[in-house]
């Protein structure tokens, strides 16, 4: 059964930059797997930030970035807001399969 | 402005069945492929099912296979989701989503606010 992993926390500061990350574990994280970046605040729905490893939403911030780094997909954000504290989620299709990955709990602190 | 409400939840005993509805307002259903994710209580996402613009296409989620079924009305503007044998681990929140593109159901873009499924004697 695949699975896809992505760090359970992360701590960052204020104007910092982290790096959220999301494997497969069929394999190295391909643009064939269709990476999807998704933010959500807690009681609300999820807001979609990335697409096509890269590609962002009209609505997505410019310190939101998509890449694809060393066999997973990553979500860069830069010079980090409070308000950016969140869950953020990943979406993979893997083998024909669309998964989600656990979710990274962002804490801005 | 895109819109999606999402309607039909509510309390349903292991076994039952329920429907849920999602109105689309400020686009034309037809244009786009559509999803169905779901978030269990304190738990993270779930893709549960999508559909590309004509119906042609369709996939759901192992977990729900031969017990859910996605569906939807172009003229209403309107995307479903039949729920049949319904289990207690299918208690969640359910939101509807419109996708970037009509075809392929990849990208999950405009979402609503969802409707919540508990399932419970």
């Known amino acids: 059964q695949t699975v896809v992993t992505q760090e359970s926390s992360l701590t960052v500061s204020p104007g910092g930059t982290v790096t959220l990350t999301c494997a497969s574990s069929t394999g190295p994280v391909t643009s064939d797997f269709h990476p999807s970046w998704f933010q959500q605040k807690p009681g609300r729905a999820p807001r979609a930030l990335i697409h096509?490893?890269?590609d962002r939403h009209s609505w997505t911030p410019a310190r939101f970035s998509g890449a694809l780094i060393g066999g997973k997909a990553a979500l860069t954000v830069s010079g980090v807001l409070p308000e950016d504290e969140a869950d953020y989620y990943c979406?993979?299709?893997?083998?024909?399969?669309?998964?989600f990955g656990g979710g990274t709990k962002l804490t801005v602190l | 402005e895109v819109q999606l409400v999402e309607s039909g939840g509510g309390l349903v005993q292991p076994g039952r069945s329920l429907t849920l509805s999602c109105q689309g307002s400020g686009f034309d259903l037809d244009g786009y492929a559509m999803h169905w994710v779901r978030q269990g209580p304190g738990k993270g996402l779930e893709w549960v099912a999508g559909i590309s613009w004509n119906s042609v296409t369709m996939d759901l989620a192992d977990s729900v296979k031969g017990r859910f079924i996605i569906s939807r009305d172009n003229a209403k503007n309107c995307l479903y989701l039949q729920l049949d044998s319904l289990r207690i681990e299918d208690t969640a929140t359910y939101y509807c989503?419109?996708?970037?593109?009509?075809?392929?159901?990849?990208?999950?873009?405009?979402w609503g606010q969802g409707t919540l499924v508990i399932v419970a004697s």
């Open positions: 979406l993979l299709y893997c083998r024909g399969v669309r998964l």
């Open positions: 096509s490893s890269t």
């Open positions: 989503a419109r996708d970037l593109n009509y075809g392929d159901f990849l990208v999950p873009e405009s």
